[in-house]
């Protein structure tokens, strides 16, 4: 207290004429029109400079909930896509195999599995080896449970493996042991997508046979045929097709359409009746 005491009686004379310019200053302004309209131009720009610094400050540390919402808008925009194409085929295979309306068709045809989704970003992700692996920020606490499926926003990821409290592995596309089932959109061709340990940009349909109509830029989709990966999600595009195959299948590269060196947010998916689909295809093991 004996030192502000002391600052105020050794600056007495500073702070008194720092008090007369401040009213000074104040009265300028208040009674005069010109200095008024000045003043309130430059507090404007100065206020409106610095809101814009603090919410630019905001919008930054804001930006993993902005993600997180947009990742929340992607779900519903991807499902709602999904949903529309599957319904299409099912209408488009029931005209053919009844030669009857389509608008006969009863809803008990549309397809009927859903799945849920949840979003993810990934932590980690090797592009380099034969067997790649990718791990994600969400675990046992977050509903994540061992083979999930795991896509992006261009295309499908992986598939989950090993599942922790709040992370989980999953193995990639770009690794030698994944097996992904697989067709042709619109020619209801069958195959396997596997990766052959090479450029990380492109993957194989495998077991099509030769006489089967495959073209560059066909699209390629996930089949249904598991319990991994719902109907519907893409894979990537026919790039080029080789028959001289002597197995009798053809030799067909897919460029993915999910770009692993910049694999950032993902999703993971699971078919709401996968533990039955499971339980079936295990049968018997």
Known sequence: ?????????????????????????????????????????????????????????????????????LLAQNIILRRSLIEKELKLNAYSAAALDSNSSVNLMPDSLLPADRYIDLPARVLSNSVRSRLNYLLIDKGR????????????AS????????????????????????????????????GTIGWDGDDSRYVQLRYVPQHYPVEPGDSVMTSGFSSIFPEGFFIGRVLDVHKDNPEGFSTIRVRLATDFHTLDYVYLVRMERAPEIDSLLNFGR
């Open 155 to 190: 295309g499908i990821a992986g598939q989950v493996i090993s599942v922790a409290e709040h992370y989980s592995l999953a193995m990639s596309v770009l690794n030698t042991d994944i097996n992904i089932s697989s067709r042709i959109k619109g020619k209801k061709i069958i």
């Open 1 to 69: 207290m004996e030192r502000l005491i002391a600052f105020f009686y050794n600056n007495y004379n500073l702070l008194l004429f720092v008090g007369l310019e401040a009213v000074a200053l104040w009265m300028l302004v208040r009674f005069n029109d010109q200095h008024n309209r000045s003043y309130s131009s430059w507090s404007t720009a100065v206020g409106g400079r610095v809101q814009e610094v603090n919410a630019s400050i905001t919008t930054y540390f804001r930006l993993g909930e902005a993600n997180e919402e």
């Open 141 to 152: 606490k977050h509903g994540v449970k061992p083979e999930m499926g795991i896509v992006s």
